[in-house]
């Protein structure tokens, strides 16, 4: 197969796209009020999305790193939202080739929405229940995903190691991640956020992907 012609003046070689993204975050984004052990997973956050300016409404727990790499290295699972998040994790990064779940396309969901009138993806949070001790959950999609998490939370149910909450949209997604931060002020599980409407699955993917090793 034969490469086109060459019209534009671009980068081309991986690796160095790779070093040099990184070098202009780090440049360009304001990364004073991070957390020292944070620095990474904001500046992947920050690539996943494009946006340097995201570390001012970023909000880390100050024992989240330690938490979701304690439990990815103990073999825990990932829960997550969306099959855009579970899809954007590199496996080759997680320690123990640790399960990477999304309960969306199970059968027993829209059953479960219909009933309860609220959205597969909120109603394919409770199907985590049995697995949520000490897991590590990722929302990158659903405001109400996040929200009905919580509820179930405050209902007694198990406590996941960390939570990656960054929903994103208009309708209740900036209240949602205002939710959890007041909820982990009250029960204090480690949690990373972005405040306001910012989020989404390549953001929340690219946390996880911080998270489960150390080495950028």
């Known amino acids: 197969m034969k490469r086109p012609t060459r019209h534009y003046d671009y980068v081309d070689n991986g690796p160095a796209i790779y ?128 929200f009905h998490l919580l509820e179930m939370l405050l209902d007694g149910a198990p406590r996941p190691a960390a939570i990656v909450g960054c929903p994103v949209g208009f309708i209740g997604a900036a209240e949602s991640k205002q939710a959890l931060v007041q909820f982990s002020a009250e029960l204090d599980i480690p949690y990373v956020t972005v405040l306001g409407r910012r989020g989404g699955s390549a953001m929340t993917s690219s946390a996880l992907n911080a998270l489960a090793q150390e080495q950028e």
Request: glycine residues 4%; hydrophobic residues 45%.
């Open 19 to 146: 070093v040099d993204s990184f070098a202009t975050i780090r440049r360009e984004a304001d990364l004073s009020t991070v957390p020292a052990d944070a620095e990474k997973l904001v500046v992947r956050m920050i690539h996943g999305s494009g946006q340097v300016d995201l570390a001012r409404d970023v909000r880390v727990h100050p024992d989240l790193v330690r938490a979701a790499r304690t439990a990815l290295e103990d073999g825990r699972p990932i829960l997550c939202d969306a099959t855009m998040v579970a899809t954007g994790v590199t496996r080759s990064r997680l320690p123990r080739d640790n399960e990477v779940l999304c309960f969306l396309n199970d059968p027993r969901v829209p059953a479960l929405a219909r009933e309860w009138a609220t959205t597969r993806t909120a109603a394919a949070v409770s199907l985590w229940e049995d697995r949520l001790e000490g897991a590590v959950v990722a929302i990158g999609n659903a405001p109400t995903a996040l």
